[in-house]
């Protein structure tokens, strides 16, 4: 039996298909979270509570301005107390908190949420759960952002890998990334450029960079590329570098990376993912990057079910690509783009 208008996507090795089916949906309603007033800092309100009960002495005067000059100051104090507390829900106190701990290992992250956000809960045992529940929720985001990179970057023919660091002779960090952005936006709009990337800090230094895989079509690379001869302080080598005149005359440095095999493919989308996973950043996405193509699928094609309850279907690297019974072609690069995309 054919399957028609099947979702189909490349894996790095091979070609899955998922078949359309239709469910009924029950539409969930949306729990509305409760408002929580969060204190940010417990200690100075609790040192000033303690001291409530001292008795404070003031230097005598008999000038009143002095006196009132001694009321505005405590008046003050107190609003600065009461700006320390801001109101919030439960859920983005947590993913404040996440994000404040990325760095930490996870069993220490999960300590340090939990005793930060006891305050706002009955029991410890209702602060575990919920922590725990909400562990769960941002893996399978993170899991659910990893395969939709893998997704649409195995989909494309990038060529390069491309880093971009700040210069901060030319730029704020603000309008660095708000002008690479742009600039990134007009080329894929002007000039059919396809990327994918993420933001990222060196480790040391915590100078802003953006790595980036690159499909930039052959006669459309702007300025002059340069062979620069520098030193690599990672490997601690002599190294040539590719560079680009109009991007390092604007942004600061660039290292664009020729990506001719798989391998190197590969190996730029795990470099990628690790920011994804280990600092959270999000990946930045030019558009028509889709994660599937659409095509009707012949029995022929299929070399077996595949995945839970054999729900996906394994393709032949040859398959045949029709699109509501209209012959395509085998799939290729260039059957792929005559093909309905979908995300």
């Known amino acids: 039996m054919p399957f028609g208008k099947?979702?189909?996507?490349?894996?790095?090795?091979?070609?899955?298909?998922?078949?359309?089916?239709?469910?009924?949906?029950?539409?969930?309603?949306?729990?509305?979270?409760?408002?929580?007033?969060?204190?940010?800092?417990?200690?100075?309100?609790?040192?000033?509570?303690?001291?409530?009960?001292?008795?404070?002495?003031?230097?005598?005067?008999?000038?009143?301005?002095?006196?009132?000059?001694?009321?505005?100051?405590?008046?003050?104090?107190?609003?600065?107390?009461?700006?320390?507390?801001?109101?919030?829900?439960?859920?983005?106190l947590f993913n404040n908190l996440y994000d404040e701990y990325i760095n930490e290992p996870v069993s220490k992250r999960r300590n340090l949420i939990i005793n930060a956000m006891r305050p706002y809960f009955k029991t410890e045992s209702d602060t575990s759960e919920y922590v725990n529940v909400n562990f769960d929720r941002r893996k399978r985001n993170l899991i659910v952002r990893r395969i939709r990179c893998v997704r649409k970057a195995n989909l494309q023919q990038f060529n390069y890998f491309v880093t971009f660091t700040f210069n901060d002779k030319l730029h704020t960090e603000t309008s660095f990334k708000k002008k690479l952005k742009t600039c990134l936006r007009n080329f894929?709009?002007?000039?059919?450029?396809?990327?994918?990337?993420?933001?990222?800090?060196?480790?040391?230094?915590?100078?802003?960079?953006?790595?980036?895989?690159f499909y930039i079509p052959e006669g459309t690379m702007p300025g002059i590329m340069l062979e620069v001869n520098d030193y690599n302080f990672n490997t601690h080598k002599r190294q040539i570098t590719n560079q680009n005149s109009y991007f390092n005359e604007r942004f600061g440095r660039s290292d664009f990376e020729l990506i001719d095999n798989p391998t190197k493919l590969g190996e730029s989308i795990a470099y990628i993912l690790k920011y994804i996973e280990k600092t959270g950043e999000k990946i930045v996405y030019s558009k028509g990057l889709p994660q599937f193509f659409i095509s009707d699928i012949l029995d022929e094609d299929i070399v077996c079910p595949i995945g839970m309850e054999d729900k996906k279907l394994l393709l032949f690297d040859d398959f045949i690509c029709w699109d509501e019974g209209l012959y395509i072609g085998k799939v290729s690069k260039e059957t792929i783009d005559q093909l309905p995309k979908s995300n």
């Open 6 to 92: 099947t979702k189909v996507y490349y894996d790095g090795s091979h070609y899955i298909a998922i078949p359309h089916t239709t469910r009924f949906v029950k539409k969930r309603p949306k729990i509305k979270e409760e408002v929580i007033t969060v204190v940010e800092n417990l200690q100075t309100e609790t040192e000033s509570t303690s001291s409530d009960n001292e008795v404070v002495s003031f230097p005598l005067s008999k000038n009143i301005d002095d006196i009132e000059n001694i009321n505005n100051d405590l008046d003050v104090e107190a609003k600065a107390l009461t700006l320390n507390n801001y109101t919030t829900t439960r859920k983005e």
């Open 188 to 213: 894929s709009n002007r000039k059919n450029w396809r990327y994918l990337g993420v933001w990222e800090r060196s480790p040391e230094k915590k100078r802003l960079h953006f790595h980036g895989l």
